[in-house]
């Protein structure tokens, strides 16, 4: 019998690249949810789409500059205190 392999969820989803909208579903709730899709509905708008780049990370690009990184945590895994519930803003 073939032995079976661990996927990682990297592997999962760099074969799958989900969308950051499944994600945000199944990782928030609430206010922050509707709050992560209005982000994400305002960027694809603005021709910056956001696009997997790391587990649960993607990235939004507009014209070659890097405009931010959505990261999400699993409900099972939360965030650590000092990100949690929290936007992270790059200054440029």
Do not use: F
Request: charged share 25%; hydrophobic share 40%; glycine share 2%.
């Amino acid at each position: 019998m073939p032995e079976q392999k661990n996927v990682s969820l990297y592997q999962q989803q760099k074969a799958a690249k989900p969308l950051v909208e499944d994600m945000i579903a199944e990782s928030l709730g609430g206010k922050m949810k509707k709050l992560a899709l209005d982000l994400v509905a305002h960027l694809r708008a603005n021709k910056m789409k956001p696009v997997w780049c790391l587990t649960n990370q993607w990235k939004a690009i507009y014209k070659t500059k890097n405009i931010c990184r959505i990261t999400l945590y699993p409900k099972h895994l939360p965030a650590p205190p000092e990100i949690r519930a929290t936007w992270i803003v790059p200054e440029w």
